[in-house]
T-cell receptor, first 114, second 115 residues
């Protein structure tokens, strides 16, 4: 049973650049959530996708955008990168139809902005 | 507003000691969900347990046990006979019954188990 996968594992960008992170949900899951975890901090909710639409959004600027594909995989895009965007980006998947919605996390993508 | 408080920033124990990680939550929702996740140095958040607000039954899974008390808004986690492999950051999280559930995490407790 394939778990949540994310790519790439590490990424280095410079300020002002754009980045795209990818996530494949756990087999059978239909909902993807993204979280940002700064070093030494707790994860912060960015947004959640279900049926290819953004369903909930946390307190993040419009520079953060996403997409969900028909196969339930998802992308997180960040434009005009700032130094403060350096963090571990975690993707979580869940099964909405089951209504218990336990979120299972992937290994994360470590983004460093120089 | 929803909030999770983990007052213990770091705990150090010696192997085989029992340790309890505290979690206190705040929510106005009558239906909600509580979670514990483990984050080893690799970074991946590992799901440990989920508890619904309407189910106050305590749970034991091997060396792990959880004590949920709605009266004190607490969901504490105890590791019995700790092992070095238990060293990690442990997060308590609150999920609201909004239909599309986002998780609000506590600040985490770093557990260091030394041999």
């Amino acid at each position: 049973d394939a778990g949540v996968t994310q790519s790439p594992t590490h990424l280095i960008k410079t300020r002002g650049q754009q980045v795209t992170l990818r996530c494949s949900p756990k087999s059978g899951h239909d909902t993807v959530s993204w979280y940002q975890q700064a070093l030494g901090q707790e994860p912060q909710f960015i947004f959640q996708y279900y049926e290819e639409e953004e369903r909930q959004r946390g307190n993040f600027p419009d520079r953060f955008s996403g997409h969900q594909f028909p196969n339930y995989s998802s992308e997180l895009n960040v434009n005009a990168l700032l130094l403060g965007d350096s963090a571990l980006y975690l993707c979580a998947s869940s099964l909405r139809k089951k209504l218990e919605e336990t979120q299972y996390f992937g290994p994360g993508t470590r983004l460093l902005v120089l | 507003a929803q909030k999770v408080t983990q007052a213990q920033t770091e705990i150090s124990v010696v192997e085989k000691e029992d340790v309890t990680l505290d979690c206190v939550y705040e929510t106005r929702d009558t239906t909600y969900y509580l979670f514990w996740y483990k984050q080893p140095p690799s970074g991946e958040l590992v799901f440990l347990i989920r508890r619904n607000s309407f189910d106050e039954q305590n749970e034991i899974s091997g060396r792990y046990s959880w004590n949920f008390q709605k009266s004190t808004s607490s969901f504490n986690f105890t590791i019995t006979a700790s092992q070095v492999v238990d060293s990690a950051v442990y997060f308590c999280a609150l999920g609201m019954n909004t239909g599309f559930q986002k998780l609000v995490f506590g600040t985490g407790t770093r557990l260091l188990v030394s041999p």
